[in-house]
């Protein structure tokens, strides 16, 4: 039995031997991308692009149309377009294929999101040696199309795609918040709008709509529904108000500060007019573009980008025209707490690209990406909703300039509201923010929502909202999203973190050492019950 089981053992050995080397190898993630000295335009490349449209069939159309101008001057690359309706959708589908090394090329994302990607090694390419790259940087001479210049990039958009001592992207279109008011029914309410939102003004006027009629009917609109307040995004929204009284949020070494006693404040705040009926989220009511078109609502905070919604004018309506209320629709930037110090938030898609074992590949995402910088990508795309183009070579074109100039002219391609909406953020640049990116710095910004979405809930329920709930509800909270689990230099201490499943050749790694063990187990028994053998077979000699 021994002679028969030694061969085998050996082989195992050997066998596990290959699989550590080869299996931790792997598990060290890809090998880090290195620029070519040219691009190889004779071979092919297929590339995958994820990219995100609400719905809007513009949008589609203007990915499929850069596609195809593409491809005309790269005949060798093959772009495959995949659309989501949710940035959220595209984040979980790339943390999922990290595993199994099958990410987009090209992918819309955020910065968040690609502090999680990077935890993986190598996953994300670093865009410092491309950028810079003389034949196929920015602005390249061997690009076969006007790419921009370095220089030519917004630099407030550009610096929110570097962190962790890298470019790790490229800005594709930015928007920010803006509130969309019933002025009308600003006006009914005996009010008059201030030339800057104070939340102070926005709270007294929503509590006032809260009036009824004998019939149980609201006064303001003579319907059985009036939510007069409705924010779309709770991140922001609790972002935004700490931002702008400079309390403390988190850092950029991964510090987590939201959990404050100004958080608390703002908290029993948003309780106190929800206990009125005067304030709701999209989460718990819905679309606030819907309200306000029908009269339900006054004040409707939303993103630029959501501007081609706003209003009973709007070319894109989610409401049936019978249900349309008219009034005059005016937009303003978001409240303030101190209106001679306004902050807003900077948000928007940017891009990334995917490390692949071809460094070919890679570099012909690389020059896709640029063309999504080209002018007619760019003015064509920010025309579809009220994003601003991300070049001050298309801000400052005839194409774009002649855009922002023909304001009302039509609803369908010169929507005011839209248009206002692009020069809201294009008067406000130096006004904007962004928030500290590290891993779980998407988890951190989850958590601010929550703790509001909390907090409308409970009160909608019945249940007391008090400090001992608000202190409860920051401990649910942080249990909930795991933030004790992210601590300080987030971005580098990514062995601390939960970086999800094993690969695969640790997978077959551990399972080979566990069968190693058992054939050694074996063998050790087997070995001593034949020198146990030959023991007793000498003895009975």
């Not at 190598?122 to 810079?132: A, G, T, Y």
């Not at 309780?271 to 004040?299: E, M, R, V």
Request: glycine share 6%.
């Amino acid at each position: 039995m021994i002679k028969v089981l030694k061969p085998y053992f050996a082989a195992m050995l050997l066998a596990l031997f290959v699989t550590a080397v080869t299996g931790c190898h792997g598990s060290k993630g890809m090998r880090a991308f290195e620029m070519p000295d040219e691009f190889d335009d004779a071979s092919s490349y297929e590339i995958t692009f994820w990219a995100k449209n609400d719905t809007n069939k513009a949008q589609t159309d203007i990915y499929k149309k850069a596609i195809a101008d593409f491809e005309s001057l790269y005949p060798n690359i093959t772009v495959n377009l995949r659309l989501y309706t949710d940035y959220s959708r595209i984040y979980n589908d790339v943390i999922t294929n990290i595993t199994t090394n099958t990410t987009p090329n090209v992918c819309i994302t955020y910065p968040d999101h690609i502090a999680t990607y990077l935890t993986g090694t190598n996953i994300v390419v670093p865009l410092d040696s491309l950028l810079e790259n003389g034949r196929y940087g920015l602005a390249g001479s061997d690009i076969k199309f006007g790419s921009p210049a370095k220089d030519e990039l917004v630099a407030q958009f550009f610096n929110e795609c570097s962190f962790n001592g890298h470019y790790y992207a490229l800005p594709y279109m930015r928007s920010t918040e803006a509130c969309y008011i019933n002025k009308t029914y600003v006006e009914a309410l005996g009010y008059t709008l201030p030339e800057a939102l104070t939340w102070d003004f926005v709270w007294e006027v929503a509590d006032a709509a809260m009036a009824k009629g004998d019939d149980g009917l609201f006064l303001l609109n003579g319907q059985k529904v009036m939510i007069p307040f409705i924010y779309k995004s709770t991140d922001n929204m609790m972002i935004t108000q700490l931002k702008q009284k400079d309390a403390g949020y988190s850092t950029l070494s991964g510090d987590i500060e939201l959990f404050n006693d100004t958080t608390a404040g703002l908290l029993a705040t948003i309780a106190d007019h929800t206990k009125l009926g005067a304030f709701s989220t999209f989460k718990i009511s819905g679309y606030p573009a819907n309200y306000l078109n029908a009269g339900q609502c006054i004040f409707a905070i939303d993103s630029t980008a959501g501007a081609t919604w706003m209003g009973p004018e709007a070319p894109l309506l989610d409401i049936s025209k019978d249900k349309l209320v008219d009034f005059e629709t005016e937009l303003m930037a978001i409240p303030q707490f101190d209106p001679l110090n306004p902050k807003m938030i900077s948000q928007g898609p940017s891009v990334c690209i995917m490390n692949k074992e071809n460094p070919q590949e890679v570099l012909a995402s690389w020059i896709f990406t640029q063309y999504l910088l080209t002018n007619d990508v760019q003015i064509a795309y920010s025309r579809t909703e009220g994003y601003l183009p991300v070049t001050t070579k298309a801000l400052h074109s005839d194409a774009y300039q002649s855009y922002l100039s023909r304001s009302g002219e039509n609803n369908d391609d010169f929507y005011s509201i839209k248009i206002s909406a692009s020069k809201l953020l294009l008067d406000n640049l130096d006004n904007t923010f962004v928030t500290p990116v590290f891993n779980g710095s998407a988890s951190v910004r989850d958590s601010a929502g929550q703790l509001i979405e909390n907090v409308v809930k409970s009160v909608r329920r019945k249940e007391t909202v008090d400090g001992a709930y608000i202190q409860r509800s920051f401990s649910d909270v942080r249990a909930l999203y795991r933030l004790d689990q992210i601590g300080s230099n987030s971005l580098n201490a990514s062995s601390s973190k939960d970086l999800g499943p094993l690969p695969n050749t640790a997978r077959i790694f551990l399972s080979v050492l566990a069968i190693a063990w058992i054939l050694m187990a074996v063998y050790i028994i087997a070995n001593a019950l034949a020198v146990k053998g030959r023991k007793v077979a000498k003895a009975k000699k």
